[in-house]
């Protein structure tokens, strides 16, 4: 098998495991976080496993940039910035600056994690730096990549400010767990899943690309069924929950 046909399957794949991980995630919700339960095998602290899970998306796409041939090409490096700027803030910032990272998380989400990550990065990397038609810099004026950028810049600047948000509510009640009310938590239950799925959409507009669009639907798919699980926990949880707010997307759903 030469390395276009594994890649075009790798390809395929992404979009085949968005389906399988939606439609799993509405029935049975990953055991992390506040969904942590027992008999999903050995775990370790929650800290050390989003390192290990996160990292490979942090390098896997830099092995690939220089074993590309695109690494004087400004635009290439602009894409390598964007990635890395993301994939070095869940790697080495957002763990260690979690609360509640001594609580465990399953070695088998790790394992998948890693996979995906590690296949995210070839299949979304390669195409970047060798497979894809040379970006001329005229691209970085094109309303795709000005357009996908505000989403990936305003994607990212929501993720990181609900996740303060929710750093600052820890402990501050005896479960743990209090009802967030700053920023868009005050339409929505999971704007930190609706900032990460803005901004991987961008990703997929300013690269103009299926790679981009497979890691977009991926995202969706993983974090959606999260956040409508999230929504009902909170409504469950606290008789004062905010009735009118929405699971994902503000006034829609």
């Known amino acids: 098998m030469d390395e276009i046909t594994f890649y075009k399957i790798c390809l395929f794949s992404l979009f ?113 730096f060798y497979y894809s038609p040379v970006y001329p810099l005229s691209w970085l004026y094109d309303p795709r990549f000005i357009i996908g950028t505000i989403f990936f810049i305003s994607g990212m600047v929501i993720n990181l400010h609900s996740d303060h948000i929710l750093r600052g509510l820890r402990g501050s009640a005896k479960n743990g767990y209090s009802i967030p009310r700053r920023g868009l938590f005050k339409y929505i239950s999971c704007p930190n899943y609706f900032g990460e799925i803005l901004e991987w959409t961008g990703w997929a507009i300013a690269t103009w690309s299926v790679p981009g669009l497979a890691f977009a639907v991926f995202t969706f798919a993983n974090l959606a069924p999260r956040a409508f699980t999230n929504h009902r926990w909170y409504l469950e949880k606290f008789s004062d929950y905010p009735k009118k707010r929405k699971a994902l997307f503000p006034f829609i759903k």
Not at 48 to 72: D, H, K, S, Y
């Open 16 to 128: 085949a495991f968005a389906v399988i991980v939606y439609f799993s995630l509405l029935l049975i919700p990953a055991p992390y976080g506040r969904h942590l339960r027992k008999g999903w095998g050995y775990t370790v602290r929650a800290k050390l496993g989003w390192f290990i899970m996160e990292f490979p998306a942090f390098v896997v796409i830099i092995i690939f940039f220089f074993a590309g041939n695109r690494q004087t090409n400004i635009v290439a490096i602009v894409f390598l910035l964007m990635w890395s700027t993301h994939y070095f803030q869940r790697t080495f910032i957002f763990p260690f600056m979690m609360k509640g990272g001594e609580k465990k998380f399953p070695v088998v989400l790790i394992v998948f994690a890693l996979g995906f990550n590690t296949l995210n990065g070839y299949v979304n990397g390669r195409y970047l």
